[in-house]
């Protein structure tokens, strides 16, 4: 209980770097059963769902990018989980994890983005494709529960708090990007000027993770030894 709200978490496994998992939107922490346990052998794992989602509380807080980075730095401090931390966010979750490391740079070692939504993809359709994706996304998510209806509520909006935010040349960044949808060339963005940078394209679905659970564990690996 934090603040009057109960999350739902789990934190496990061995070593002295903490890998924060940040699941994509809507998304609760079994995301990452495919790997949790391979990544504990060599780090401690930290995963959570954010208020409104799983098993968590549900919020009447808007879920701007502020407000659910204050809600994952106090329960971070709630728990005493310290840093380093490894930041693995995936899809619309690396808005969050971005903005952390905008406010929390001392306390990251690195990070690896998963198909990353990347602020700038929106803006590079067309009016008329704009429109289409933003129907798409509400017909879709008015049949999901209320918590992932108001994070989509707000996808747009916050797309505001990433503007001009840059990933400090001493974190080192993994971008991982997949040939599902057309996402690319916004993703790199994220990491244009980047000085200590790697990209790795891997073929298939969007959710890495389930696909290539050693190639991404082992991108959590490099990461933890760096």
Request: glycine share 6%; aromatic share 12%; charged share 20%.
């Amino acid at each position: 209980n934090v603040n009057g709200s109960n999350f739902h978490m789990k934190y496990f496994g061995n070593g002295n770097t903490t890998v924060i998992f940040e699941c994509g939107m809507g998304m609760d922490l079994t995301t990452w059963r495919s790997i949790e346990d391979s990544v504990a052998a060599f780090s401690k794992v930290f995963m959570y769902d954010r208020l409104g989602l799983g098993q968590s509380d549900t919020t009447s807080r808007d879920r701007t990018i502020p407000n659910m980075v204050s809600e994952l730095k106090a329960l971070l401090n709630h728990v005493n989980i310290k840093p380093p931390y490894i930041l693995v966010p995936h899809f619309r979750g690396e808005y969050i994890a971005r903005y952390f490391i905008y406010l929390y740079p001392e306390e990251v070692r690195g990070i690896l983005l998963l198909d990353p939504s990347a602020e700038t993809y929106f803006d590079s359709l067309s009016p008329v494709e704009q429109k289409m994706d933003q129907e798409f996304g509400n017909n879709y998510y008015r049949t999901q529960p209320v918590g992932t209806q108001n994070e989509w509520r707000f996808y747009l909006p916050n797309r505001k708090y990433m503007s001009g935010l840059q990933i400090p040349n001493s974190i080192p960044v993994i971008l991982v990007s997949t040939n599902s949808w057309n996402l690319t060339p916004s993703q790199l963005k994220i990491i244009d000027n980047h000085s200590n940078a790697r990209h790795v394209i891997l073929e298939g679905r969007h959710d890495v993770y389930n696909i290539y659970p050693a190639r991404i564990t082992g991108l959590i690996r490099d990461l933890v030894k760096q």
